[in-house]
């Protein structure tokens, strides 16, 4: 049963520390986003890279998030330094070739920043 | 700016009952609509559509796109307690040379039994 894997599922830190978070998108699948939700601002694309490359970043605060695919089957999103408006759960969500929007979502990483 | 409006924010039915969920969106250079069912935790894909007039259907669910009026529908007929979630509807367009992806907040259904 192929599916996307996050880790860690929960993360809580303190404002000023770095925070990495690791995807493993389904084997075969060459687009992978990085989504983060809030009961504020809902569901919010923050970048997504097709055959490891980034295509968009542009939802994404430049200053402090950085997002990577060091190969085919980790993707990786990092906050230096982190803010309590950071709490939220990012979602990592991979889609088949030709067929990207057809998603399939991680569990998610339930970030909170003290 | 892109917008993507979902209407009604949230609904309670009865079981057995027939539902409509709207979307309109406002974005430049549309390329799809896409409709997500989120339970307690990630998002499931729903359909994809392109084309205007074209309904695509999964069981109780069926939904349709007016590219022309700029919204989509997604009905959901005999209602059970297990469609109880948060539909995201969301848009693709193509601007600035690379793809965007714009989500709705969201319309939450509660089924009762």
């Known amino acids: 049963d192929a599916r996307v894997t996050q880790t860690p599922r929960h993360k809580v830190t303190e404002m000023g520390q770095e925070v990495t978070m690791r995807c493993q998108p389904i084997?075969?699948?060459?687009?992978v986003f990085w989504y983060r939700q809030t009961m504020m601002q809902g569901l919010e694309l923050l970048a997504y890279f097709r055959n490891r490359a980034p295509l968009d970043d542009s939802g994404m605060p430049k200053d402090r998030f950085s997002a990577e695919m060091p190969d085919a089957t980790l993707a990786t999103l990092k906050i230096q330094p982190s803010e309590p408006r950071d709490s939220a759960v990012y979602f990592c969500a991979s889609g088949t070739p030709g067929r990207d929007y057809e998603q399939y979502f991680g569990p998610g990483t339930r970030l909170t920043v003290t | 700016e892109d917008k993507v409006v979902q209407s009604p924010l949230s609904l309670v039915v009865h079981e057995g009952d027939t539902v409509t969920l709207n979307c309109s969106y406002e974005v430049t250079n549309f390329r799809s609509l896409l409709w997500y069912k989120q339970e307690k935790k990630a998002p499931t894909f729903l359909f994809m559509l392109?084309?205007?007039?074209i309904e695509k259907k999964s069981g109780r669910l069926s939904s349709i796109l007016d590219k022309k009026e700029l919204f989509s529908i997604l009905n959901i007929t005999a209602t059970q307690t297990g469609d109880s979630a948060i539909y995201l509807c969301?848009?693709?367009?193509?601007?600035?040379?690379?793809?965007?992806?714009?989500f709705g907040k969201g319309t939450k259904l509660t089924v009762n039994p």
């Open positions: 969301a848009v693709t367009s193509f601007q600035g040379g690379s793809e965007k992806l714009v």
């Open positions: 392109t084309s205007s007039g």
């Open positions: 084997l075969g699948h060459n687009t």
